[in-house]
């Protein structure tokens, strides 16, 4: 091994608390990483001192990343500080090490056998949100008929998606929400039926050997709680287990770490509870803040340092989050040794117009150096039309994050699916997608005949495809072309002669699909063909990057992407318009953060059922995800309230988020609603200061309440909301519920898709495209010297195929790994 990582290295290269995480190795450890505090710095080279200095083999180490993206920086971080290509075949996602887990063990008989013989085999495939509701729109339409309504398909998916993420303990043992646990448990009308629904959609997911996301975790606990011995193996494999983001763990991720941990318990969390926001999603707070008691004795290490953020920001936030309920021992005391830089400018605006041209004015006088570096951040997505206009208006170029990601459009899941089919002949999801598209006059009738016998058990959607192909009935004429066209692809992928680049470009071409998106909208086609050829380079760089990786491999690799893993792209000079949700894991110079109101954020989700303690801890994981807003900031932050904004179809009053008034005055710079006309908010929303002077533009009494014994989240604004008199007050240790939020505000809390699309441009090529076969000289052959413009320089090793299948492997100096390189796409230069 290169470089050694060992205690000198440690203490020279990290702080004191960072170098105490990385060198204890032994036993149970949680380390509370305060925003910006440099976790996965520490992390990684704990990683790396296992590795090196305590030599045990990455294959041994598990460790669990939030996104995909954070993964593979892990990895390259590590390597890095190594000076070597050190494998880590273990480090990924909790979706991931479960795929890799099933793919292991479904392979193996006993576990088959154990399973009943009748499960899942390897080659499953992994349907996401669009395939799951078709299945449970064709479920719908059987059981309620045509008349069902979109929200009832929103419920049972959430239902079925809560049952497979929540655990249910019975005399200490946990156990799995099966749809035979769900149906035992039902209690109302409205349960039953989910819990039927449940069972036939796990039905129809098993017939066509698919899982959705939630069944990577769910099957992979499944699978090691019926077969104890497997689970103990892989217990006894894994030396050490790190897991990054701990306070977004849900329950059936805490029960796999359980049985993946071994008796030697040398586990190692990280996480920050005050930085847990996903608990609408499943993530357990307790999880993180039980840790200490579930493993005791525990090592627990705090990082407290924040490097990101200019002090004042730091201070200011820390403030807010104080008011939250933390048991003793995960209170942390985050501060900044960096400048103290701007304060945090608070503006009272009169309307969310003004609100919103208040940040564009400000954006555009920091000027277009600034754009990529910027961001605004909302509480939900309804918000945004206002903002992307406001920046429209002035010019100035924005893009949404959590749009649609590029493998979400449409041409490209049609090809997708089409290769799909090429490695699970049983996805019937992928089958329906596209046995009509491009258009070959397949219809209606002909699809629920075939699904019709498929339910009567002849066969898979394949097997019947086959049949009525080949038989003398009135639709086998156009079945019989789709068929032998499926079978051609199969063979080339048989045959194992064609690479992955080019079977999709052999695919796009038999189905002459371009042609068909120009006949579908020839104004949107330009684009959308350069998708696909974007998509065949996007192939080709999978293919090189994973030598010897199958067409399984990729379509796994895509289907574990997720929005969490999109990166802001701040090469493009664009400002960043995102939900908070999404701004988790970034960070920008500057970081506006609009609708800072009472009932928009925090934004309360309340009902008649709701108990004192739910309503509680929903505030408190609304002052997170603030606090999580306002740490994403590296130097300026601007928060800002507009005292009526148009909401429920009206236009209403708005008094000022809590959470402001939470804020250490000494730090926030106060700006008044001075628009003419506007109501004077008075003393209503008032600094009290604790030690300086407030500044000279600051209110005379903006009231800030320390953290509570009784922790009361209840506070006030004054006597007065300025609103006309109404009060809005609270008293300690109580809360009065806002009114219902609006169904369409609640439909709108969702991903949406870029207003401001980033054209991918086709790439251009210089010269003619040369292509080498068996009747011309072929200058790259075994022992000629090359030169790759991402993987410097290498020696072809061999070199075979003709035509668009002419290939090389060439072993690269870097990192001495064997990657195949398609001539066709090469970016090769002979050096000798």
């Not at 109302?188 to 899982?211: G, I, P, T, V």
Request: proline share 4%; aromatic share 10%; charged share 25%.
């Amino acid at each position: 091994m290169a470089n050694i990582v060992d205690g000198a290295v440690l203490d020279r290269e990290l702080n004191p608390e960072q170098a105490a995480a990385a060198k204890k190795i032994d036993g149970p450890m949680l380390i509370l990483a305060g925003a910006g505090s440099g976790k996965t710095r520490a992390i990684t080279y704990k990683i790396a001192h296992l590795v090196s200095y305590h030599r045990v083999e990455a294959g041994r180490i598990l460790a669990v990343t939030f996104t995909n993206k954070a993964a593979r920086e892990m990895k390259e971080r590590i390597q890095r500080l190594l000076d070597c290509n050190v494998p880590f075949h273990w480090m990924g996602t909790f979706h991931s090490v479960c795929l890799k887990l099933l793919k292991l063990c479904l392979g193996k008989s006993f576990v088959v056998q154990a399973l009943g013989g009748n499960w899942y085999d390897a080659n499953f495939s992994i349907y996401d949100d669009d395939d799951q509701r078709k299945i449970l729109k064709e479920i719908l339409k059987e059981e309620i008929g045509e008349a069902y309504d979109v929200s009832d398909l929103k419920k049972v998916h959430s239902a079925i998606s809560r049952f497979k993420n929540t655990i249910l303990y019975e005399h200490g043992m946990a156990v799995l929400q099966t749809p035979e646990v769900a149906m035992a448990h039902a209690e109302f009308a409205d349960a039953e039926n989910y819990a039927r629904y449940y069972a036939e959609y796990q039905k129809r997911l098993r017939e066509s050997n698919a899982m959705d996301f939630d069944d990577l975790l769910f099957n992979t606990v499944l699978l090691l709680q019926k077969v104890p011995n497997l689970a103990k193996q892989l217990a006894e494999r894994f030396q050490y287990v790190v897991v990054d983001e701990y306070q977004d763990t849900n329950d059936v991720q805490y029960e796999l770490l359980k049985l993946l941990i071994n008796e030697n318990k040398n586990v190692t969390v990280v996480g920050d509870d005050d930085q847990s926001i996903y608990g609408w999603r499943g993530a357990n707070i307790k999880i993180i803040r039980n840790f200490h008691r579930d493993f005791a004795p525990v090592t627990i290490v705090k990082l407290e340092r924040n490097y990101r953020s200019t002090s004042n920001i730091v201070q200011g936030a820390g403030s807010v989050i104080a008011h939250n309920i933390r048991p003793a021992e995960m209170v942390k005391k985050v501060f900044s040794k960096e400048e103290a830089g701007d304060p945090i400018r608070v503006r009272h605006l009169v309307d969310d117009r003004s609100e919103a041209g208040t940040i564009a004015d400000l954006i555009a006088v920091a000027g277009p150096e600034y754009y990529s570096k910027t961001a605004v951040f909302y509480r939900t997505n309804a918000q945004s039309r206002a903002l992307e206009k406001a920046l429209n208006d002035r010019r100035i170029p924005s893009v949404i994050f959590g749009g649609t990601r590029f493998w979400d459009r449409k041409e490209i899941k049609d090809i997708l699916a089409y290769l799909r089919l090429m490695a699970n002949e049983k996805d019937d999801a992928a089958y329906l997608r596209i046995i009509n598209t491009p258009p070959r006059s397949i219809g209606k009738t002909t699809v629920e005949n075939i699904l019709g016998l498929v339910r009567m058990g002849s066969g898979t959607f394949w097997d019947v495809l086959v049949s009525e192909a080949s038989s003398a009935g009135r639709a086998a004429t156009k079945l019989k072309p789709f068929v032998d066209l499926i079978n051609s692809w199969k063979a080339l992928v048989a045959a194992g002669e064609t690479p992955l680049p080019i079977l999709v470009e052999r695919i796009i071409k038999d189905l002459d699909y371009k042609e068909f998106l120009r006949k579908e909208d020839e104004l949107t086609a330009d684009e959308r063909c350069a998708n696909l050829d974007e998509m065949v380079n996007a192939v080709r760089e999978f293919d090189e990057e994973h030598p010897g990786a199958t067409l399984e491999a990729f379509l796994q690799d895509i289907s574990l992407l997720t929005d969490a893993d999109k990166k802001v792209d701040d090469s493009k000079g664009h400002v960043t318009l995102m939900t908070i949700h999404m701004a988790k894991g970034l960070e920008f110079n500057t970081v506006h953060i609009a609708g800072c109101d009472e009932e928009i954020f925090p934004l309360i989700r309340g009902s008649l059922l709701s108990t004192e303690d739910s309503m509680r801890e929903q505030m408190e994981e609304e002052r997170r995800l603030f606090y999580v807003g306002c740490t994403r900031a590296e130097k300026k932050l601007y928060l800002y309230h507009a005292e009526r904004r148009f909401y429920q179809g009206t236009v209403r009053p708005f008094a000022p988020s809590r959470f402001l008034g939470e804020l250490d005055p000494t730090v926030v710079e106060f700006t008044p609603c001075i628009s003419e006309g506007a109501p004077s908010m008075g003393g209503a929303f008032s600094f009290a200061s604790r030690s300086p002077a407030p500044r000279p533009n600051m209110p005379p009494a903006y009231a800030h309440r320390p953290t509570t014994s009784t922790g009361s989240y209840g506070r006030s604004f004054g006597q007065s909301s300025g609103f006309g008199g109404s009060s809005y007050g609270r008293s300690s240790g109580s809360y009065n519920r806002p009114s219902p939020i609006s169904s369409s505000i609640k439909k709108n809390d969702k991903h949406i898709v870029y207003r401001n699309p980033i054209k991918v441009q086709k790439a251009s090529t210089s010269g003619p495209q040369i292509v080498y076969d068996e009747y011309s000289e072929n200058p790259f052959h075994a022992g000629v010297k090359v030169s790759h413009s991402k993987y410097g320089v290498g020696v072809i090793m061999k070199a075979y195929g003709t035509g668009d299948n002419a290939r090389v492997d060439v072993r690269f100096a870097r990192d001495n790994v064997v990657r195949t390189i398609i001539l066709k796409y090469a970016a090769l230069d002979i050096v000798g």
